[in-house]
T-cell receptor, first 114, second 114 residues
Framework: EAEVAQSPRYKITEKSQAVAFWCDPISGHATLYWYRQILGQGPELLVQFQDESVVDDSQLPKDRFSAERLKGVDSTLKIQPAELGDSAMYLC????????????FGSGTQLSVL | AQSVTQLGSHVSVSEGALVLLRCNYSSSVPPYLFWYVQYPNQGLQLLLKYTTGATLVKGINGFEAEFKKSETSFHLTKPSAHMSDAAEYFCAVSEGAAGNKLTFGGGTRVLVKP
């Protein structure tokens, strides 16, 4: 079964450094999501793409976070500079049509900021 | 705005016993409701969903949930717990029509005792 690929699986960085996460959605999925999951909480949507366009980034801290999906396929989420409070699991998900009926999630990138 | 409350961050059940996970939501329009499961070191997987129609929804692995509008609830049940059900379960809501974002609850971690 096709899967959403994410890398790296784990990332440890020091505060004020830059980090980047990569996501490759299931082939043919037009909609891509980045979620942040803080320990003990549910996932929170950071940004949603429809093809290469951002359709919702209302919860993305734009002073330090950026996301792109240049060719409408894979995506990169960047944090610069990282802060201690950014420690969390970053989950990527994709869906065929963006109707939220079924999201396919990757295994996530666990970020620790020291 | 939509929101989800999951009662109990941890639930412990004996193998063979009933599993009951509680979820209450708020939404200004008829909601779509979902349960996702997250096994250790894996991404979230869709268990079941309610959009319209029959209020009792059956999902994978013997789980089912009932939408009760009057109680704004969508509780998840399984008649007989299995060791493999140990995981974290997330209830989520979207405000109906296609393209609206999912809002997740805080999750309930299920421990199954032999």
């Amino acid at each position: 079964e096709a899967e959403v690929a994410q890398s790296p699986r784990y990332k440890i960085t020091e505060k004020s450094q830059a980090v980047a996460f990569w996501c490759d959605p299931i082939s043919g999925h037009a909609t891509l999501y980045w979620y942040r999951q803080i320990l003990g909480q549910g996932p929170e949507l950071l940004v949603q793409f429809q093809d290469e366009s951002v359709v919702d980034d209302s919860q993305l801290p734009k002073d330090r976070f950026s996301a792109e999906r240049l060719k409408g396929v894979d995506s990169t989420l960047k944090i610069q500079p990282a802060e201690l409070g950014d420690s969390a699991m970053y989950l990527c998900a994709s869906s065929l049509s963006g109707n939220n009926e079924k999201l396919f999630f990757g295994s996530g990138t666990q970020l620790s900021v020291l | 705005a939509q929101s989800v409350t999951q009662l109990g961050s941890h639930v412990s059940v004996s193998e063979g016993a009933l599993v009951l996970l509680r979820c209450n939501y708020s939404s200004s329009v008829p909601p779509y409701l979902f349960w996702y499961v997250q096994y250790p070191n894996q991404g979230l997987q869709l268990l079941l969903k309610y959009t319209t129609g029959a209020t009792l929804v059956k999902g994978i692995n013997g789980f089912e949930a009932e939408f009760k509008k009057s109680e704004t609830s969508f509780h998840l049940t399984k008649p007989s717990a299995h060791m493999s059900d140990a995981a974290e379960y997330f209830c989520a809501v979207s405000e109906g029509a296609a393209g609206n974002k999912l809002t997740f609850g805080g999750g309930t971690r299920v421990l199954v005792k032999p």
